[in-house]
C-alpha cells in the first residue's frame, strides 16, 4: 500500500467508526480499552486524528512539546460520531495537499509524511475494531490492509520505548519469533537479541523460527494490538512458549 491508499483508508475506516456508534450508546463500555466508553474512544481516535493532522499540516521537524490542539468538542455526546467524520475530513484536506515524501520528524524509522498518514490509519482502524467489539459486532478487516497493518506494527515497535516502556524489555538470547499469515504468503520474522529486538529486513531467512504464531492476517493484527487471545482456536502456535509469553507480555502498544 502507499500513502494515497492509507489517506483514502483513513477516511473509509473513520466513516465505519461513525456509522457503528452513531446509533449507540455511548456510554457502553469498551472491553478492549478497560475503563473506557464509547465516548473515550470516539473522542480518543479524532484527537489523535486532529494532533497528527496539525503536526502534518505544520510539518514538524522536532518532537512536539504538547498534544494540545484545539479539538471543538461537540457540546452533546451524541455529537460525537459526527465530530469523528470531521475530524476525518480536515485530515484528507491535509492528505490531499502534502507531499507524503516530505521529511519530518516521526518517532519512528521512516522520517517522512507518510510515516503519520500511516500511523493515523492504524490508529483509526484498531479503534474501529474496538468499537465494533464492544457492539458485540466482529470486525471485518481487509487481508491486504491488516497485513500492511501488521507490518507497520512490528517496523516500529521497537522504537515505541518513550510511550510504550515494557518493550524495552523485549531482549534475549539470539532468539527469533515468526508471524505467519495462514490467508496470504506475507510473513514476518523478529529477532531478540540482548540488545534488543528488531524486525528482520528479510523474512524469508533460512532457518526455524525459535516460535512461530500463524493465523489469518486480519487475526494477527488484532492479536498484536492485544485485542485477541493467542490461546483461541484463531492461532497456531509453534515453538517456544517462554518466548511467547515474554513477546505478548512486553510488546504492548
Excluded at 22 to 33: E, G, N, Q, R, W
Excluded at 63 to 80: A, C, F, H, I, K
Excluded at 132 to 147: N, Q, V
Aim: hydrophobic share 45%; glycine share 6%.
Amino acid at each position: 500500500m502507499n500513502p494515497a491508499d492509507h489517506g483514502a483508508a483513513v477516511a473509509a475506516e473513520t466513516a465505519r467508526f461513525a456509522a457503528a456508534v452513531k446509533a449507540a450508546d455511548l456510554s457502553t463500555p469498551v472491553p478492549s480499552c478497560p475503563g473506557w466508553t464509547l465516548t473515550d474512544l470516539t473522542r480518543h481516535t479524532g484527537h489523535v486524528q486532529r494532533w497528527f493532522t496539525d503536526l502534518l499540516r505544520r510539518r514538524i521537524q522536532q518532537p512536539p512539546t504538547s498534544r494540545e490542539v484545539d479539538l471543538r468538542l461537540p457540546e452533546q455526546p451524541d455529537g460525537y460520531p459526527d465530530w469523528l467524520a470531521e475530524s476525518a475530513a480536515q485530515a484528507a484536506e491535509v492528505f490531499a495537499v502534502i507531499d507524503p515524501d516530505a521529511p519530518m520528524w516521526a518517532w519512528g524509522p521512516d522520517q517522512h509524511a507518510r510515516f503519520w498518514i500511516r500511523r493515523m490509519l492504524f490508529e483509526t482502524l484498531v479503534h474501529r475494531a474496538d468499537a465494533e467489539l464492544a457492539l458485540g459486532l466482529t470486525p471485518h478487516i481487509d487481508r491486504t490492509l491488516a497485513a500492511d497493518g501488521i507490518d507497520e506494527f512490528l517496523t516500529n515497535l521497537p522504537f515505541a520505548s518513550p510511550f510504550a516502556p515494557l518493550t524495552a524489555e523485549l531482549r534475549g538470547p539470539d532468539q527469533s519469533i515468526r508471524f505467519s499469515c495462514t490467508d496470504s504468503d506475507d510473513d514476518w520474522l523478529i529477532h531478540v537479541r540482548p540488545d534488543g529486538f528488531a524486525l528482520a529486513t528479510d523474512s524469508t531467512e533460512a532457518g526455524t523460527a525459535d516460535a512461530t504464531v500463524q493465523g489469518a492476517a486480519a487475526d494477527l493484527l488484532l492479536l498484536l494490538y492485544g485485542r485477541f487471545d493467542r490461546t483461541s482456536g484463531a492461532f497456531h502456535l509453534q515453538g517456544d512458549a517462554d518466548l511467547l509469553t515474554h513477546w505478548f507480555t512486553h510488546s504492548a502498544f
